[in-house]
T-cell receptor, first 114, second 110 residues
Framework: DAGVIQSPRHEVTEMGQEVTLRCKPI?????LFWYRQTMMRGLELLIY????????DSGMPEDRFSAKMPNASFSTLKIQPSEPRDSAVYFC????????????FGEGSWLTVV | AQSVTQPDIHITVSEGASLELRCNYS??????LFWYVQSPGQGLQLLLK??????LVQGIKGFEAEFKRSQSSFNLRKPSVHWSDAAEYFC????????FGAGTRLTVKP
């Protein structure tokens, strides 16, 4: 299997612009997670889906952030409008089954907002 | 509140020395417990996990971890560290979701 695929790997954008991060989970996995990693806050769970349905979005920092999973093989994380403090590495991860099952991470999307 | 704590931000050990990375958790029930490793510029890779049963868990790359319910701890150990073990290590707990500690950065001295 190709693993979790994220795009873009790197993005530099100007403040106020819309940013869309994309994720293709491992085929057959029914859980999908979005994480954000920064030096200051570490690895934060933003939102996770089960069978394409958002289960917990309490980690989404504010209304500028939104995530969708229109089907089992694709998810997006959108930031609109972006701000410099959104600069971070955003990881998508997926797993087969919920609690206790191994989560497989993508290589991350490195976002810089200037 | 549910939380995962890694008390050590940065640890330096000499190559060949033993290693122990600490992890404590606070959950309503005993969660599933994991250790992940992250090399620079990479995603996270699972080292080992604990669900139940034997409290000493063996993982990849010679790592092991011991679950101690009385201390709410799940410390990661390795008897002899190699230079390639230098990375960031994350403890994680899950009960449906998966939440990570702040991480411990390991530096290995020659």
């Amino acid at each position: 299997d190709a693993g979790v695929i994220q795009s873009p790997r790197h993005e530099v954008t100007e403040m106020g612009q819309e940013v869309t991060l994309r994720c293709k989970p491992i085929s057959g996995h029914d859980y999908l997670f979005w994480y954000r990693q920064t030096m200051m806050r570490g690895l934060e769970l933003l939102i996770y889906f089960n069978n394409n349905v958002p289960i917990d979005d309490s980690g989404m920092p504010e209304d500028r952030f939104s995530a969708k999973m229109p089907n089992a093989s694709f998810s997006t994380l959108k930031i609109q409008p972006s701000e410099p403090r959104d600069s971070a590495v955003y990881f998508c991860a997926s797993s087969l089954g919920g609690a206790g099952n191994t989560i497989y991470f993508g290589e991350g999307s490195w976002l810089t907002v200037v | 509140a549910q939380s995962v704590t890694q008390p050590d931000i940065h640890i330096t050990v000499s190559e060949g020395a033993s290693l122990e990375l600490r992890c404590n958790y606070s959950y309503g029930a005993t969660p599933y417990l994991f250790w992940y490793v992250q090399s620079p510029g990479q995603g996270l890779q699972l080292l080992l996990k604990y669900f139940s049963g034997d409290t000493l868990v063996q993982g990849i790359k010679g790592f092991e971890a011991e679950f101690k319910r009385s201390q709410s701890s799940f410390n990661l150990r390795k008897p002899s560290v190699h230079w390639s073990d230098a990375a960031e290590y994350f403890c994680a707990v899950g009960l449906g979701d998966m939440r990570f500690g702040a991480g411990t950065r390991l530096t290995v001295k020659p």
